[in-house]
């Protein structure tokens, strides 16, 4: 088990207080893909934002790697979801004052694990495995939007982490490109052993995921 | 924590941001080189000014005088007037050797006088000097235009002349002059040195003359008229006010009260050379805050971005920080090189004499310290102005940024 949430209650105050996640107690495996899907306002975004501790204003526990993560510091913070997660989004969001090779660097030269010239290697092993190694010195920019969430997809694998968490990475694409990107998540899953959740209400991608968990405002039905 | 933040990856961000707005970043740095190159070019100026003055006045004038108080007018007027010596000229020369502040002093007999040349005359005063005393006061040489100094004066009818003054009687060194005095009495002059203090208040009036020749064509062998006084410490207004307690039929009066505008003009300038940089620092900061909110206003995404991979509020600062540092460091590094540039150009200016001061261009000071100064003024001001935005950069909140979309 990679992650495990209790009762996790979240609630937002404007325009007036209202609860938007319910009591969501859930366990993720690790090495399996796991889809929340659901309506569109059923909370989808606001797990994951919290799953991927973007968001630590929260009731309930969040354990990470057996970590509570509500014990760690907004710095360590930072460093812990440098090491272990990685996050896709509906909007590929690189950088575009920095190439594509940067861009995937990004991540890991403020990990500071590696020294820059292994850093650029695994970003080319990862611009192979993930079929843009002809961009690699593009600005991020200039790329299709399915080129550019893959993009997306090697910076949040770059560190290694041992889970990826993407919010809607299908949501802005076209069938085919949706199809590229959900197959190159399922195979990080398979042959990379990465815990994956994925956001979205494509039933094509939640009916083939290993685990589908359907929100319903703001509850979790198992 | 800050080793972690001054790293190569976010100095290499910084700089990709900056050369992404090359435009905005070329203003921004200007505006600081202008901030600089203004404030060393007012500074080295009005410094140079204010030197020059000070070294004008301060080595021209002593720094104490000690004269005798005008008697009252007697009703009746009368002839051969007899000018106003000193009293217990001896008490006053032991006090003054007991003092340690003084670094020397010396005796004048000061006449008025009627000078004519062979073109004209004018109405004036004639300061009889003791040569071997009067040496200590003032480095004539240094002042020295033409011919020679206080040596020249061994000749009785030896004259040295302000340069404004000898220029007003139309002579040189080597032309002769007639002295007129008030009792009447006048003697032949020979001009043996013309000198310069710089200052028009100075060399349109000073005249060095021997002063035991002045004694007896006064018929007043023992007249000393005015001790002056040149001191250790400037500042220190002690003696000044022992003086006065001490001496009592005497105007005591200090290179304050003799020099006040010279005094305030120096304030002025210090002012005003801080005010007019502190405003133009002020406006480049301006400049850099605003651009800098600007960018971390577009870039709100990217710094959600950045925080979402790992980097902290630290690592924002210090990104957007690091290129106001670089700003400011450009910035300043190229208004010091432009400010010696025009300060160069207007030392080496021609000016016309003024009715102030006598000088071939414009007194420059070239101290390393005002380039020192006014780059660390430059660096400072601008980061402070990068500070806030930066601030602001680092307080962004990725959840609500990514949602925003
Ligand atoms: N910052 C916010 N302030 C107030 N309400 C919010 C905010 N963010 C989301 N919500 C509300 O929370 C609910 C869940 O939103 P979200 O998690 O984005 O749903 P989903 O991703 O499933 O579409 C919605 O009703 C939405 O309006
Ligand atoms: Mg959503």
Request: proline share 3%; charged share 20%.
């Amino acid at each position: 088990m990679i992650l495990e949430t209790k009762h996790i209650n979240k609630y937002f105050y404007e325009p007036e207080k209202h609860q938007v996640l319910n009591g969501i107690s859930l366990q993720i495996a690790s090495g399996e893909l796991t889809s929340v899907y659901g309506e569109s306002g059923s909370g989808k975004s606001t797990l994951l934002y919290i799953l991927s501790t973007l968001d630590s204003d929260f009731e309930g526990s969040l354990y990470i790697h057996d970590r509570d993560i509500k014990e760690l510091s907004a710095a360590e913070l930072t460093n812990f979801r440098n090491k272990h997660i990685g996050f896709v989004y509906q909007f590929h969001y690189l950088l575009p004052e920095f190439n594509v090779l940067q861009n995937i660097m990004l991540p890991a030269m403020k990990l500071g694990k590696k020294d820059k010239e292994e850093i650029k290697h695994d970003a080319v092993m990862l611009l192979e495995e993930l079929g843009i190694q002809d961009f690699a010195k593009r600005s991020s920019y200039k790329l299709s939007g399915g080129q550019q969430q893959r993009v997306a997809i090697a910076r949040a694998l770059i560190n290694d982490p041992a889970l990826i968490v993407a919010d809607e990475p299908t949501g802005n694409l076209d069938q085919k490109n949706s199809d590229v990107i959900f197959a190159l998540l399922k195979e990080i899953t398979a042959n990379k052993g990465k815990s994956v959740i994925i956001a979205t209400h494509d039933p094509k991608i939640y009916q083939n995921s290993d685990r589908a968990i359907e929100m319903i405002d703001g509850s979790v039905r198992l | 924590m800050s080793k972690q933040v001054i790293n190569s990856t976010n100095i290499f961000i910084a700089f990709q941001y900056l050369l992404a707005r090359k435009k905005q970043s070329l203003l921004a740095t200007i505006g600081v080189m202008l901030g600089v190159t203004t404030f060393i070019v007012m500074i080295n100026f009005m410094t140079g000014v204010n030197d020059f003055l000070d070294d004008a006045v301060f080595n021209g004038s002593p720094d104490i005088i000690i004269s005798a108080k005008q008697k009252k007018l007697s009703s009746k007027p009368i002839f051969g007037v007899r000018i106003n010596s000193l009293e217990k000229v001896k008490n006053i020369d032991h006090l003054l050797s007991k003092e340690n502040n003084i670094q020397s002093f010396a005796h004048q007999v000061i006449s008025p006088a009627i000078l004519v040349s062979e073109s004209k005359q004018l109405p004036g005063s004639i300061n009889g000097v003791f040569p071997s005393s009067e040496k200590e006061m003032v480095d004539l040489k240094r002042r020295l235009i033409e011919g020679k100094g206080f040596e020249s004066l061994t000749e009785e009818n030896a004259i040295l002349l302000g340069i404004s003054l000898a220029k007003k009687l139309q002579v040189s060194v080597g032309d002769h002059l007639k002295m007129i005095l008030p009792n009447g009495k006048s003697m032949h002059l020979k001009i043996t040195g013309v000198f310069s203090f710089g200052i028009t208040t100075i060399d349109n009036v000073r005249t060095y003359f021997p002063a035991k020749t002045l004694q007896n064509l006064l018929g007043q062998n023992d007249a000393i008229t005015h001790v002056h006084i040149k001191l250790k410490d400037r500042d220190d207004v002690g003696l000044k006010t022992e003086l006065s307690q001490q001496i009592g039929a005497a105007t005591i009066e200090d290179w304050k009260d003799a020099n006040k505008t010279i005094v305030i003009g120096n304030k002025v300038r210090d002012i005003l050379t801080w005010s007019v940089s502190f405003a133009l620092l002020l406006v480049a900061g301006f400049g850099m805050y605003n651009i800098l909110n600007i960018t971390v206003i577009h870039k709100r995404k990217d710094i959600a971005v950045l925080k979402t991979i790992g980097y902290s509020a630290a690592d924002i600062i210090f990104v957007f920080l690091m290129q106001s540092a670089i700003i400011g460091l450009l910035g300043a590094l190229f208004g010091a090189g432009l400010g010696y540039l025009i300060s160069y150009m207007i030392s080496a200016t021609p000016l016309d004499t003024s009715d102030f001061i006598i000088v071939d261009t414009y007194p420059i000071n070239f101290k390393l310290v005002y380039y020192v100064l006014g780059i660390v003024f430059g660096i400072l001001t601008t980061m402070l102005a990068g500070y806030f935005p930066s601030k602001k950069a680092s307080k962004v909140d990725p959840v609500t940024i990514i949602r925003g979309i």
